[in-house]
């Protein structure tokens, strides 16, 4: 892989990965309520999705998707109502900073949530297989490559992760203003909402 490639791929992923998506709007939303750092642990389930995910495309699965329109559906309209759930609980905590779910406060339970947002995007597959190859190098040795791209995917991944869950982190004292949190609340339920409508709509 020459230096040039390797340096289009960085910035390319730069751009994508700070575009505000489900795992972005999930680090904002814990970043606020728990702090940076209980974050890591929502951190730790996203990663471990898109790891999942990435391996998944690898094993061919995003070629399934592809052909199977049946398969698409079904699973981006499961993750589409996952994140309309996670827009409701965001609406229900009203001026509460915390959610109404009594295990939300677990490292567990924002493992799980993590988790569950990373893979609630079928899309995300169609992803892995079509931009990741993009950067292969075909007349080079290929493993050292996939090393290099994602050693790199992950860290900026990881790294904007932390911005947003640290960025809610600092954010939260201003939303103890009076009203401030619930509306907080109602902007990350109706974020919520967009986006599981988007995934919901969205074409392969």
């Not at 289009?8 to 750092?37: E, K």
């Not at 409701?88 to 493992?111: F, V």
């Amino acid at each position: 892989m020459s230096l040039n490639l390797w340096l289009l791929f960085l910035g390319t992923t730069l751009f994508i990965s700070a575009t505000p998506g489900p795992n972005m709007l999930l680090m904002l939303s814990h970043g606020v309520r728990y702090g940076w750092q209980a974050t890591l642990a929502t951190m730790a389930g996203a990663m471990t999705g898109l790891s999942i995910l990435i391996g998944l495309s690898a094993v061919g699965v995003g070629a399934i998707l592809m052909a199977s329109a049946t398969l698409f559906t079904a699973l981006k309209i499961v993750g589409a109502l996952y994140l309309v759930y996670l827009g409701w609980q965001c609406w229900q905590a009203g001026d509460e900073m915390q959610l109404p779910s009594k295990d939300a406060n677990s490292p567990k339970a924002r493992y799980q949530t993590g988790l569950a947002v990373a893979l609630s995007n079928p899309k995300a597959i169609l992803f892995a297989g079509a931009f990741l190859p993009q950067f292969i190098d075909v007349n080079q040795p290929q493993s050292t490559q996939w090393v290099i791209l994602l050693s790199s995917f992950f860290i900026i991944e990881i790294s904007w992760q932390v911005a947003y869950a640290w960025g809610g982190h600092r954010l939260a004292d201003w939303l103890q203003g009076k009203g401030r949190i619930r509306f907080f609340n109602r902007s990350c339920a109706a974020a919520f909402f967009a986006v599981g409508g988007l995934l919901a709509f969205a074409k392969r």
